[in-house]
C-alpha cells in the first residue's frame, strides 16, 4: 500500500505541476477552451487572478513531492497527508464555486491517496 500511496500522491503532485503551467503560462490560450462557459473576454483580465491560483498550485505539489523525499516513516505519511488534505480542500471550493468536475479531479484523487496512505505499513505505528 506504501508504494500505490505514494505514486498516486506523485501523480495529485504532478497534476498540480499542470494546473500550474495551465493557470500561469496558458490561461488566455487554453483556458477558454477548458472553462468553455466562462466569457472569453474575461481570460485576459484575469490573468494575473489565474497565475496568482497557479502559484499556489506549485505550492501543493512541492509540498506532495517534499513529502516523498522524508525518510521517517511517521513524517512522510504526517506531511503527505497535510498537503492531501489541502488538494481535498482545494478541490471542494473549486467544485462549489466553479466547477463540480474538480471535486473529480483534484478531492477524490486525494481521499484516495489518504485512505491508501492510512492503510499503508506501519500506518498503526503512526503516534500524535
Not at 14 to 26: D, R
Not at 37 to 65: C, V
Amino acid at each position: 500500500m506504501t508504494l500505490l500511496a505514494k505514486l498516486l500522491i506523485a501523480l495529485i503532485a504532478l497534476l498540480h505541476v499542470y494546473i500550474c503551467w495551465f493557470e500561469m503560462f496558458a490561461w488566455t490560450s487554453r483556458g477558454p477552451v477548458v472553462f468553455s462557459t466562462m466569457p472569453i473576454e474575461l481570460f485576459e483580465p484575469t490573468t494575473a487572478m489565474a497565475a496568482n491560483q497557479g502559484i499556489y498550485n506549485l505550492f501543493l505539489a512541492i509540498g506532495l513531492f517534499w513529502s516523498l523525499f522524508i525518510k521517517d516513516p511517521i513524517w512522510w505519511k504526517r506531511i503527505a497527508l497535510c498537503f492531501l488534505l489541502f488538494v481535498a480542500t482545494a478541490g471542494v471550493v473549486g467544485a462549489l464555486t466553479v466547477s463540480i468536475k474538480i471535486l473529480f479531479t483534484q478531492t477524490v484523487p486525494a481521499l484516495i491517496a489518504i485512505a491508501l496512505l492510512a492503510l499503508s505499513k506501519n500506518s498503526q505505528n503512526v503516534k500524535s
